[in-house]
C-alpha cells in the first residue's frame, strides 16, 4: 500500500468513526462491525475481580472480512480503579499490535475517558495519563491508527475474554484458534456478516 492510499484509508476511517469532529463520539451501536478492507480492528476490555484483587484485560483482533485472527486474555494484580485498568489494558492492546506487526488498525474499547485521553493532544496528568502517553507514544510504531469508543455490546467479545482471563493462573495467547469463552460471540458475528 502506498503512503497516499495509507491515507486516504485513515482519512475514511477516522470520518467514518469519528465525524468531523473527534471529541464527538461515532455513532453507537450494540454490534461489532468489521474495519474497511486493509486494515484490522482490535478491540479491548479490561475487568476488576475484586474479590480476587485482579484485572483481567481482553484483546481482540479480526480483520476486514470479521475473521478471527488473534487474542490475549492477561491477568494482573492489584489494579482497582477501573479508569486505570482500562488505561493499562489500552498500553497492553497497543503493544500485543505492534507484537502482532499490524500496520493499519482501528482500535475499539468502551471506556470513553480513555479514548478521549489518548485522542487528545493535551498530556494526560490524571492516575492513568501515563499509562495514556506511554499508548500515544506505542502508537506511533504502527503506520494507521485510531482509537474509537464502543458501547459494550459491540465489544463484547473482549469483554468476556477479560472476565475468563480473571479466572486463570496463566495468560491465555491464541493465534487462529478462537478461545472458547467468545466462540459462540466470534461465529455470530460471524453468521451476520455473511448473510
Known amino acids: 500500500m ?17 465525524g468531523s469532529n473527534s471529541d464527538t463520539p461515532p455513532a453507537q451501536t450494540t ?16 475487568a476488576i475481580d475484586k474479590k480476587n484483587s485482579c484485572v483481567g ?10 475473521q478471527f485472527m488473534a487474542a490475549c486474555g492477561l491477568k494482573k494484580k492489584t489494579l482497582r480503579d ?3 485498568a482500562e488505561a493499562f489494558a489500552t498500553l497492553h492492546t497497543v503493544l500485543f499490535a505492534n507484537e502482532l506487526g499490524f500496520e493499519h488498525v482501528i482500535f475499539e474499547g468502551d471506556a470513553l475517558t480513555v479514548v478521549k485521553a489518548i485522542n487528545s493532544t493535551d498530556t494526560c496528568e490524571s492516575s492513568y495519563g501515563h499509562f495514556v ?6 502508537r506511533s510504531e504502527i503506520a494507521i491508527s485510531s482509537f474509537v469508543h464502543v458501547l459494550r455490546g459491540a465489544n463484547s467479545a473482549a469483554h468476556n475474554l477479560a472476565n475468563e482471563a480473571c479466572t486463570h493462573v496463566t495468560d491465555i495467547c491464541q493465534w487462529h484458534l478462537i478461545p472458547p469463552c467468545i466462540g459462540d460471540i466470534i461465529r455470530k458475528v460471524g453468521t451476520l456478516l455473511s448473510s
Do not use: C, H, Y
Open 2 to 18: 502506498t503512503a497516499a492510499a495509507g491515507l486516504e484509508d485513515f482519512q475514511r476511517v477516522n470520518a467514518q468513526f469519528l
Open 31 to 46: 454490534n461489532w462491525k468489521p474495519p474497511p478492507v486493509n486494515m484490522v480492528k482490535v478491540n479491548w476490555d479490561a
Open 57 to 66: 484485560i481482553g484483546i481482540l483482533a479480526r480483520d476486514a472480512n470479521g
Open 82 to 84: 477501573p479508569t486505570v
Open 133 to 138: 502517553e506511554d499508548v500515544k507514544r506505542s
